[in-house]
């Protein structure tokens, strides 16, 4: 069956340190990933896109890898700061999906960054 | 810009009783849809509307009706609430196409007893 997976316990590090958080995924085929942000009561905010001939995308102290031999994206979190604190949500958008932007999302990581 | 907006924040229902939840944007996207959250799940499609006039269903549409009313405003309608619908209601856009991030709005709270 088709599976996109984030680590269900939550990723606590200190504050400085870089937050590594893991999407995998079974079955798919994606042109493209994209990582979100959500703050507990509000809805997700896009943090980065890549597709799947690129292997890595940066945005600031951002970083996303895209590996689809291991079916595996990485995001990276640089000198993280506790305002970095949120639930990370990872969603592909499947090879035929129509030309429309259907994603498929996974429930997420949570990530507690500690003074 | 507002963004995307959603009415209401809260909803208590009773069972059997029918609401619309109402979601609108103002960036001129051609895509809306309707997801719904719950706990330890991910993200969950319902509805889709790809370009006005057109509307799909997603992972999850049973229960559900929607309507894109025009451009900027796409409503989802409980005929019959029931207490598996408890759950937090989210609409996006997006510009279409595959490679557009989706713009979510701040989302429904839905109880249903």
């Known amino acids: 069956s088709q599976k996109i997976e984030q680590n269900s316990e939550a990723l606590n590090i200190q504050e400085g340190k870089t937050a590594t958080l893991t999407c995998n995924y079974t079955?798919?085929?994606?042109?493209?990933l994209q990582w979100y942000r959500q703050d507990p009561g509000r809805g997700p905010v896009f943090l980065l896109l890549?597709?799947?001939?690129?292997k890595e995308k940066r945005k600031e102290r951002l970083k996303v890898t895209f590996d689809t031999t291991l079916k595996q994206s990485l995001f990276h979190i640089t000198a993280s700061q506790p305002a970095d604190s949120a639930t990370y949500l990872c969603?592909?958008?499947?090879?035929?999906?129509?030309?429309?932007?259907?994603?498929?999302f996974g429930a997420g990581t949570r990530l507690a960054v500690h003074p | 810009n507002a963004g995307v907006t959603q009415t209401p924040k809260f909803q208590v229902l009773k069972t059997g009783q029918s609401m619309t939840l109402q979601c609108a944007q103002d960036?001129?996207?051609?895509?809306m849809y309707w997801y719904r959250q719950d706990p330890g799940m991910g993200l969950r499609l319902i509805y889709y509307?790809?370009?006005?006039?057109?509307?799909d269903k997603g992972e999850v549409p049973n229960g559900y009706n929607v309507s894109r009313l025009n451009k900027r405003e796409f409503s989802l309608r409980l005929e019959s609430a029931a207490p598996s619908q408890t759950s937090v209601y989210f609409c996006?856009?997006?510009?279409?196409?595959?490679?557009?991030?989706?713009?979510f709005g701040p989302g429904t709270r839905l109880t249903v007893t």
């Open positions: 996006a856009s997006s510009e279409g196409g595959l490679a557009y991030e989706q713009y």
């Open positions: 079955n798919y085929s994606p042109a493209y």
């Open positions: 890549i597709r799947e001939n690129e």
């Open positions: 969603a592909l958008v499947p090879t035929r999906s129509g030309g429309y932007n259907k994603l498929i």
């Open positions: 960036m001129n996207h051609n895509s």
């Open positions: 509307s790809a370009s006005e006039g057109t509307t």
